[in-house]
T-cell receptor, first 114, second 109 residues
């Protein structure tokens, strides 16, 4: 069982570069999420999706874009990387968004923008 | 406002000592609360949820609506409990989790 898989695990970007963080899940979950975690801070929601073709902004969406063309994949795009986007990024998925539903997390992507 | 507060950044205890990781929340209505844990080099995973009223790995957490708290407790800490613990709250829209800043638990012998 792969669960939630994120790639890459580490990446260094130069200011102004763009990249896509990949996330895929094999549990047929409807809900998918992108969080970022800055040092000493909790996880902050960037974007989420409640199903294929549907995405919505979270708490900190500026500088990011997402798409959800399939149930399995939820890539996160950084168009013009800035030092403020240096963070650890976590992708997660859950079967539903409510109740006592468990969220399953990827192993994280550590991104440094220099 | 919906918010989760974990006041302690680090909690250090000796093996066999009781542990209490504090979590306070701000929410209108009936909250849905969770504890997630991240062991070294592992991914974040669910430890327990208040709705299940379960005990996992000896940990329990009781929802106290009067004090708006959901503290995580264990009577006798083990070295393998050393990890980062996050308290989380389901948001009002029911679409995502709101996380606290996390508490690092360090258990030494």
């Amino acid at each position: 069982n792969a669960g939630v898989t994120q790639t890459p695990k580490f990446r260094i970007l130069k200011i102004g570069q763009s990249m896509t963080l990949q996330c895929t899940q094999d549990m047929n979950h409807n809900y998918m999420y992108w969080y970022r975690q800055d040092p000493g801070m909790g996880l902050k929601l960037i974007y989420y999706s409640v199903g294929a073709g549907i995405t919505d902004k979270g708490e900190v969406p500026n500088g990011y874009n997402v798409s959800r063309s399939t149930t399995e994949d939820f890539p996160l795009r950084l168009e013009l990387a800035a030092p403020s986007q240096t963070s650890v990024y976590f992708c997660a998925s859950s079967y539903t968004g409510g109740g006592d539903t468990e969220a399953f997390f990827g192993q994280g992507t550590r991104l440094t923008v220099v | 406002a919906q918010r989760v507060t974990q006041p302690e950044k680090l909690l250090s205890v000796f093996k066999g000592a009781p542990v209490e990781l504090k979590c306070n929340y701000s929410y209108s209505g009936s909250p849905e609360l969770f504890w997630y844990v991240q062991y070294s080099r592992q991914r974040l995973q669910l430890l327990l949820r208040h709705i299940s009223r379960e005990s996992i790995k000896g940990f329990t957490a009781d929802l106290n609506k009067g004090e708006t708290s959901f503290h995580l407790k264990k009577p006798f800490a083990q070295e393998e409990d050393s990890a980062m613990y996050y308290c989380a709250l389901r948001n009002q829209a029911g679409t995502a989790l709101i996380f606290g800043k996390g508490t690092t638990l360090s258990v030494s012998s």
